[in-house]
C-alpha cells in the first residue's frame, strides 16, 4: 500500500495506487506542501508523488480527449457503403494481399472497364485496379508510390483519359479520391497538389474538420459502419449490370488539342517511376467515346509518339481496337456509353488480358493454391452479387 | 472527489466542444449527398451586366447567349430543342446535359444545382456569329472579321475575351466548325 493524503480546498482526497480510501499510516503534505509528518526526504517523495499524479491525469485526459474525437471523426466521415461506391473501394486495396503482377490506376473508365476476375479466369492473371473517381494525374503519380511501398507488379497500366485534365474540377472527386489512402507522405503530397481554395491540408489527416458538418446528417450507414466496411469492388473492379444502349450522335468538337503541361510532367514522372522499378508501362485508353467524356484522334497521336520515345512504354486504344474487343454498344454500356456494364469490361479485360499474357508474359498463376483458393473466395461474392443486381453477365446468366 | 469532478468536467468540455464543431458548420446543404460541396469550382459570371460586356456572345431567341449564362432564361427564349440527352457524371457532381437546336447545339454543365452553358457549337452553315461568320467561310473572313489576336492549335483558331472564347476549326483554309465555350 502506498497511501498518502492531499489536502486541497478543505478536501482530503485519499489516494493509493488505483485504490482511493481514506489515508492511514501515510506521510501527509498540506496545500502548501509543508511536511506534516516525515523527514525532508519524505516531503520530496510526496512532491513527486503529486508531479507525477498530475501527470498521469494529463495524460489520460488527452488519451480521453483522442479517444474521443477519433470516435467523433469515425462516426462522421462518409461510409460510402451505397451509393457514391466509389469513395469505399480506395482503401479495399490494402487488404488485397499484393503480389499483383500487373496493377491498373486510373479513373471510371479502369474500375468500370477493366475486372480483374476475368484476368484470373482466363488466363490466371492475378492484378488490382487502383481506381477512383475523376482520378487526376498526380494523384495516380502518387499512387503508384504508394503501392511500390507494397509491391512491385511487372506492368502499370495507367488510365490515358487522365491526360485531359490539368486541374482540380470539384473537391468531392478529390475526397473520394484520397480520403480512402493510408496516411502517408503520399497521400498527403497528392493532396497538397489538389487543394481547392479554402480547403486545409490538415482536413486530410484529421477528416473530422472537414466533415463535422455531417453530425446533423447521420444515419443508419454511419453506425453500422463505424468500425467495419463491406467490400464495394472485385479487386478495385466496380460491377455494373445495367444496360442503356448508346444512339447519341451528338458530336462534341475538339477544342484544344493539346494536354496541359502538368500531364505531361506527371506522365514523365510515372514513366521515370516506372523505369526506375523494372515496370513496363501500358498506357491505355478504354473503349469509351462519347459527347459526355470525348476523346480525339489528335490525343491518340500524342500519346503514339510518346510510347515511341521511351523504351518500355506502349500506348493502346480501345476505340482504335474496337472491333477486336468486340464492344457492342447497343448491350455492354449502362449509361449510353460513357461507362461499360458487366459486358462490356469483360470483353475489355478478356482483350487486354491477351496483351498481358502474349506481349509481356505476364504468369499464370492459377496453380498456386492461396491465390487460387482467394480468387475463389473473389468469384463467390462475385456471383452473389451479380445474382443480387441482376441483369446480362458474360457468364451467361440473366436473373 | 474535487480531482474527479474537475476531470468529469473536463471530458464534459471536450464533449461540448465537439458538439460545437459540429454545429459550427450549419448546414451543409448537400441533400443527399454524402459528401457536402464546399469548394467546387466556379467558373460562372454572376453579374449579368459582364456577361454580356468583355464576351463572346451568340445571337439567338433574340438574346445574345454567352458561355457561362445560366440556362434558366435561354430555354424559354429559344424554344423546345429538337432534341435533348442528358448524361450523369460518375459518383455524382450532377448532370450534364445537351440541348440540339437547327442549325447549333447548346452544350451545360452543373454547379451546386444550376445549369450552365458550357458551349454552344454551329451545327451547320444555317448559323452566323454576331460578326457574320459561318461554317463554310474561309479563314480571311474570321481573321478580317475578328483580327489577328488568335491562337492557333491543328488548325483550331481560338479568340478570348473574358472566360469566354471563340473556336473556329480550320481544314483547308475553310471553317468547319464555330464554338463559343468557357475558358478558366
Redesign the interface.
Known amino acids: 500500500m502506498n497511501n498518502q493524503t492531499d489536502s486541497k480546498n478543505g478536501t482530503d482526497i485519499a489516494i493509493e495506487n488505483g485504490v482511493a480510501g481514506t489515508g492511514a499510516n501515510g506521510d501527509g503534505v498540506n496545500e502548501t506542501g509543508e511536511e506534516e509528518s516525515g523527514g525532508g526526504a519524505t516531503g520530496g517523495r510526496a512532491g513527486k508523488r503529486r508531479a507525477l499524479r498530475a501527470a498521469a491525469a494529463v495524460c489520460a485526459f488527452l488519451l480521453l480527449s483522442a479517444l474521443l474525437l477519433a470516435f467523433a471523426q469515425a462516426l462522421v466521415v462518409p461510409k460510402y457503403m451505397s451509393f457514391p461506391y466509389e469513395g469505399g473501394m480506395v482503401r479495399e486495396y490494402y487488404g488485397s494481399g499484393y503480389g499483383h503482377s500487373a496493377v491498373f490506376i486510373g479513373d471510371c473508365e479502369f474500375y468500370e472497364c477493366v475486372n480483374p476476375l476475368v484476368l484470373w479466369e482466363e488466363y490466371g492473371i492475378n492484378s488490382y485496379v487502383r481506381g477512383s473517381s475523376q482520378q487526376l494525374i498526380w494523384h495516380s503519380y502518387y499512387y503508384l508510390l504508394e503501392t511500390l511501398r507494397y509491391e512491385t507488379p511487372k506492368v502499370v497500366v495507367f488510365n490515358a483519359v487522365e491526360m485531359k485534365i490539368g486541374s482540380v474540377q470539384h473537391e468531392e472527386y478529390t475526397r473520394l479520391t484520397l480520403d480512402g489512402l493510408r496516411l502517408s507522405r503520399y497521400k498527403l503530397e497528392a493532396a497538397k497538389l489538389s487543394l481547392t481554395e479554402g480547403e486545409s491540408l490538415l482536413s486530410y489527416v484529421f477528416p473530422i474538420l472537414r466533415y463535422h458538418s455531417r453530425w446533423s446528417e447521420l444515419n443508419s450507414d454511419d453506425w453500422k459502419y463505424l468500425f467495419r466496411r463491406d467490400p464495394v469492388t472485385f479487386n478495385g473492379y466496380l460491377l455494373m449490370t445495367g444496360v442503356k444502349p448508346r444512339t447519341s450522335e451528338i458530336v462534341r468538337p475538339l477544342t484544344d488539342p493539346s494536354f496541359p503541361d502538368v500531364c505531361w510532367e506527371y506522365l514523365d514522372k510515372i514513366r521515370e517511376t516506372c523505369a526506375e522499378n523494372g515496370i513496363e508501362l501500358l498506357i491505355f485508353k478504354a473503349p469509351t467515346n462519347t459527347w459526355h467524356y470525348p476523346w480525339y484522334d489528335e490525343w491518340d497521336v500524342q500519346l503514339v509518339g510518346y510510347a515511341e520515345r521511351y523504351e518500355g512504354v506502349r500506348y493502346v486504344s480501345a476505340i482504335t481496337e474496337e472491333d477486336a474487343v468486340g464492344i457492342d454498344w447497343s448491350t455492354d454500356t449502362y449509361d449510353a456509353g460513357d461507362h461499360l456494364n458487366e459486358l462490356g469490361a469483360a470483353k475489355v479485360s478478356s482483350w487486354i488480358g491477351r496483351i498481358l499474357r502474349d506481349d509481356y508474359g505476364l504468369p499464370d498463376e492459377s496453380g498456386d493454391p492461396d491465390l487460387s483458393a482467394s480468387w475463389d473466395r473473389t468469384a463467390a461474392r462475385y456471383a452473389e452479387e451479380l445474382a443480387k443486381k441482376g441483369g446480362p453477365s458474360h457468364a451467361g446468366t440473366d436473373s | ?3 474527479a469532478v474537475k ?1 468529469i468536467s ?2 464534459l468540455a ?2 461540448a466542444a ?1 458538439c460545437g ?8 446543404g ?1 441533400g443527399d ?9 466556379v467558373r460562372h459570371q454572376t453579374d449579368a451586366g459582364t456577361q454580356r460586356s468583355g464576351l463572346y456572345c451568340f445571337p439567338a431567341g433574340g438574346k445574345y447567349i454567352a458561355p457561362g449564362d445560366e440556362l434558366t432564361d435561354i430555354i424559354p427564349a429559344l424554344g423546345n430543342p429538337v432534341s435533348f ?1 442528358q ?2 457524371s ?4 450532377g448532370m ?1 446535359k ?1 440541348y ?1 437546336y437547327n442549325g447549333f ?1 447548346i ?1 451545360t454543365y452543373p454547379d451546386n444545382g444550376i445549369d450552365y452553358v458550357l ?1 454552344i ?1 454551329f451545327t451547320d452553315d444555317s448559323m452566323a456569329t454576331a460578326e457574320g461568320v459561318r461554317v463554310g467561310d474561309s479563314i480571311s473572313k474570321v481573321t478580317a472579321s475578328y483580327g489577328q489576336g488568335f491562337s492557333e ?2 488548325g ?1 483558331y481560338t479568340y478570348k475575351r473574358g472566360v469566354s ?1 471563340l ?1 473556329f ?1 480550320v481544314i483547308n483554309d475553310t471553317v468547319r ?1 464555330i ?1 463559343y ?1 468557357c475558358v ?1
Open positions: 472527489m474535487n480531482n476531470t473536463l471530458i471536450v464533449l465537439l464543431l459540429a454545429s459550427c458548420g450549419g448546414g451543409s448537400a449527398l454524402t459528401l457536402p460541396p464546399e469548394n467546387t469550382e440527352e448524361s450523369e460518375c459518383a455524382y457532381v450534364d445537351v440540339v447545339t452544350f458551349m457549337v492549335d491543328s483550331i472564347a473556336q476549326s466548325s464554338q465555350l478558366e
